[in-house]
């Protein structure tokens, strides 16, 4: 099984919105209006495509709130959530 790519939500002061970013990236995936936005609906796992990744989610505060795994099949089996 390959390694997902991995990916971080977080809030970007700067320009007061929510950037998905690949890990070791300096651009952003895809921006977000609010953190409601990106987390509803799907809008994450459109955002990564077909190959999916491992979404790590922060709270504005910069602590992390939750992993998820896009698609779901790909979660590791040894995972605790």
Request: hydrophobic share 20%.
């Amino acid at each position: 099984m390959s390694k997902l790519p991995k990916y971080t939500l977080s809030h970007d002061e700067a320009k007061k919105d929510w950037v998905l970013k690949q890990d070791g990236a300096d651009r952003a995936t895809k921006r977000f209006e609010s953190k409601s936005e990106a987390t509803k609906g799907g809008a994450l796992s459109d955002a990564l495509g077909k190959s999916g990744g491992s979404v790590k989610i922060q709270k504005q505060d910069g602590k992390y709130q939750e992993e998820r795994t896009f698609p779901r099949s790909k979660d590791p089996r040894k995972s605790k959530g």
